[in-house]
């Protein structure tokens, strides 16, 4: 498998302020990795594909401009929620794939975050 | 596009076995997933299965069949940690996974 780390866990913010998020690839080196948000009882949703050195691919219905991606590095990737709303609360979780010849992917522990 | 189509909520009692099914519709197919995902975790990983049949790993099994665009995973000797959420994931190849709503399995005593 792959280790991936993200940090924060938990963070609570102020409606109108900015969230960064990490996301670490411990053991592998990622030139993709993929951002996906889940709601209580809800499925996972792909968010973004996160490529290192280039611009990411968002999905239809995300917008680029207030979820930036940045994966400057082979082992990090970002994701920053800007002008944060209550309705972005949420469980954001990265994920990295790593085995070859498969789409097997490896899940960050998750950050949830709470905007009052 | 994919359609992936799980019971909702399943109980099973402690000890016993259980089975969700999942049936799918997705264009271009490599094999099929099944992720674990705790209340307030993230998915871990439990199987892949690529040809039709029964693969077995430990108290878990993972089944496919190809034709009928249908899985199932097999849990055995159900244990209350295995409350969870079961997620169905049809792969299409080297792109991120797309998953439906999961089954949220509920272990009693």
């Known amino acids: 498998g792959a280790v991936v780390s993200q940090h924060p866990s938990r963070v609570i913010c102020k409606s109108g302020t900015s969230v960064k998020i990490e996301c670490r690839s411990l053991d592998f080196q990622a030139t993709t990795m993929f951002w996906y948000r889940q709601f209580p009882k809800q499925s996972l949703m792909l968010m973004a594909t996160s490529n290192e050195g280039s611009k990411a691919t968002y999905e239809q219905g995300v917008e680029k401009d207030k979820f930036l991606i940045n994966h400057a590095s082979l082992t990090l990737s970002t994701l920053t929620v800007t002008s944060a709303h209550p309705e972005d609360s949420s469980f954001y979780i990265c994920?990295?794939?790593?085995?070859?010849?498969?789409?097997?992917?490896?899940f960050g522990p998750g950050t949830r975050l709470t905007v009052l | 596009g994919q359609n992936i189509d799980q019971p909702t909520e399943m109980t099973a009692t402690e000890g016993a076995i259980v089975q969700i099914n999942c049936t799918y519709q997705t264009s271009g197919f490599n094999g099929l997933f099944w992720y674990q995902q705790h209340a307030g975790e993230a998915p871990t990983f439990l199987s892949y299965n690529v040809l039709d049949g029964l693969e077995e790993k430990g108290r878990f099994s993972s089944f496919l069949s190809r034709s009928k665009g249908y899985s199932y995973l097999l849990l055995k000797e159900l244990q209350m940690k295995d409350s969870a959420s079961y997620l169905c994931a049809p792969s299409s190849g080297n792109t991120p996974l797309v998953f439906g709503k999961g089954t949220r399995l509920s272990v009693i005593a």
């Open positions: 994920s990295v794939g790593r085995d070859r010849g498969t789409d097997t992917q490896y």
